[in-house]
């Protein structure tokens, strides 16, 4: 059988997916399978018999990120697949688990054929992806690609003050240093947590990079007064301030182009009392786009607004921003390689970025990396409710199968 | 000394509300004396000293309200004059006790003259007026106009589950309802606990009623998503469809008259996570006005709105419009009275509507009643910085005596 003939088995997949989802399951069809809890455990364990039964000897490092790497015809770092069997609460079956199963099917399909590769194929399942339990996310591929060292990863506690490298101990996947993966190529599937491919009738997407973010938080003084004897025009109103800067905001994205996106989530009002004209109001800012440049001006924008909206209604702005992620642009040959292996099998791709973060955005710093995302149903995600078909499921595993395959065959994409 | 070269002692006034703020004082200069706990136990027993020293007896009713009234030639239901001495926590030394001290220091200044007058002039302390330990407010000037029952009152509980009545007996304010005070006019002076008057330079405001007050919960739904994945069109952002929408509240206001306030005091945010589209806000909105039909047809607009906001964004919206307040409007002939006491006292008086309840709103069902305003610098109250001038104090005790004087001289007002 020619390589660009395999195809991944669906249903072989599907009963994976299930079997794994019954670990941590909700009563409404999601799971809670946090970080290093009882059920990342299992979990773990499952994908380790998974992976023996296929013949391929799983390690663990010192961050427990689990990996697997079939041999290849040359002696060359691998072609990583992966992503992460962790979720957040009352989460999703697919949010990482679709990316670590569809990487097991692959090997699966290859060991099944019997296909000779020239760069090693293997499969990682990076811990603590979420960064519910274990603040920030990302950690673990973070810490591999340099981003933080390992002693501070495994001295982040959780909210009952457990140490993420004590848990890594109870759990019996504190490895070493030294059995860390090196990917010589990284690819991720991941659903897209988003509507954009569901709007557009496409099942899979090529995602070319990873969006710059960057948080602040705006706090509006005015003066806090009895909703009665206070007249509309002396009023130094902090949330009617706070609403006139948020649809600013809201403008600073839809005016720039289809890709920029803004959100407020996060507001605090105080006294907060029905009768009260409040005086202090706090909110968040995220602002994404793949442009720094463009995050850059979006803040420079921000800052006018508040300013208008200060002298318009007399009220004291202060913006601190306090986060930035730098946007990730992926490995052009990767892109190519995921490109190719949809045109191969004549699916309908679409080009975008990522609007949220992934394992891969760290990756993509120590070697060539691209993702793979699958149509999520209603764009929903991090929720029970979070789906996608069984046919875009099979679409993307076969795109990525092809895609590791070319990669393996071509060391200097 | 004929009537209307009567004046109050100022010092005199200014002393007692020294010693009076003395009670319950805070640490930055106002007071917490809530109803019915100790501080007001000791401010009442100090009130009944001040009338016992006058000759006056006081008496107190089945609510614990005090009262006092000085001898007429005719045998009428009295002038009476008064407000209340508890006080929100760390609230102001004026709110409520001014109107209670400037009665008091009217009925010293008659003393002293030893005026006759054909009704009898008197004073009253209502219990708990401001309804912070005890919801509602003014429930004891309520109980005496018939809103409430006497039992439905005794039975209100504190957070702690202390019961007014409870605490009245402790207290030793266990009167009996043939105690109750039958006003035949009632005048009540107050702080104007809002900007207008120092905006507009005037000591003293004629308060021609009590706004009319309405309070909706609004509940916008939309749909919480990542704030990553999803572009701005496809979104349905509940909160920028509130921010709009809140916008839109505070023009129905600023449309209508110089007098109609509209104000989103509460708003709650779920999920309320920086990286989240909030899914739902719920906010308040208060709408005042003297025109009952002016606050139906802003009801309207709201919906009005509302609707406008659910389609051009796609978020359901739902309000529930949980409380009314009917608007008060005080007796003719009794803002006549102030209105010839400012010109005899060549005070360029003010005529307003009180955007917050007083006692008066309820008094103002069983007798012909008004209220007397006093400038609140920077118009702040329920706060320790809230203060008025010895010089507007005077000027507002002195219009309170001439009204006073000029109501018991004129039985069919």
Redesign the interface.
Known sequence: MSKTSLRINSDRLHGRLAELAAIGATPAGGVTRLALSDEDKTARHLLIAWLTELDLAPRYDDLGNIWAVRHGAADLDPVLMGSHLDSVVQGGRYDGALGVLAALEVLATLQEADIETTRPIGLVNWTNEEGVRFEPAMTSAGAVAGEFTADWVLDRRDRDGIRFGDELQRLGFAGSASDRPHPGRYLELHI?????LE?LGRPVGVVDGI?G?T?SEVVIEGQP??????????RR?A??A???L??EI?QI??RRD??????????A?E????????GRVTF?V?F?HQSPDILEAQIEQLHEAAANVGVHRSVDTDINRFWTSAPTAFDPGVLAAIKAATDLLDIPAHHQW????HDAKYIADICPSGMIFVRSQG?????EAEYSTPEDIEAGANVLLQAALALAESPDV
Chains 1, 2 share one sequence.
Request: with cysteine.
């Open positions: 897209e947590q988003g509507p954009v709007a969006v973010i948080w007064d009895h909703a009665g004897p206070s007249p509309m025009h002396l109103d949330l009617m706070a609403a006139q948020m649809l809201e994205a839809v289809p890709t920029a996106v803004a959100t407020v989530g996060r507001i009002v006294a907060n009392v029905i009768n009260t004209i409040p968040s995220d994404r990522s609007g949220a973060g764009g929903l995600s991090h929720c």
